[in-house]
């Protein structure tokens, strides 16, 4: 299982990003898909997840700001990214049924 992240990038505060997460096989059909992130010195924590059937959920931190989805035709995920603050960065890894992950995109928000 391959997952491929990309999307990530500078932007300014209150800025706007959209990553996404493309999964090699057929293991992505009826998959549970989640976002987390790690800033330096810190741990890594959840951001959003998206089941096989669209329902989300999302850290208190990101509420209202980000929203997941996924184009299950496409293997890929796409976490939406609005209303970007400088605490929002991270590397952002995507992770298949909490067992694969990807390689990880810097999302950097700074003036």
């Known amino acids: 299982v391959q997952l491929q992240a990309s999307g990530g990038g500078l932007v300014q505060p209150g800025g706007s990003l959209r990553l996404s997460c493309v999964a090699s096989g057929s293991i992505f059909s009826g998959a549970n898909m989640g976002w987390y992130r790690q800033a330096p010195g810190k741990q890594r924590e959840l951001v959003a997840r998206?089941?096989?059937?669209?329902?989300?959920n999302y850290a208190d931190s990101v509420k209202g700001r980000f929203t997941c989805s996924r184009d299950n035709a496409k293997n890929t995920v796409y976490p939406q990214m609005n209303s970007l603050k400088p605490e929002d960065t991270a590397v952002y890894y995507c992770?298949?049924?909490?067992?694969?992950w990807g390689q990880g995109t810097l999302v950097t928000v700074s003036s």
């Open positions: 998206i089941t096989w059937g669209g329902s989300t």
């Open positions: 992770n298949l049924n909490y067992i694969y």
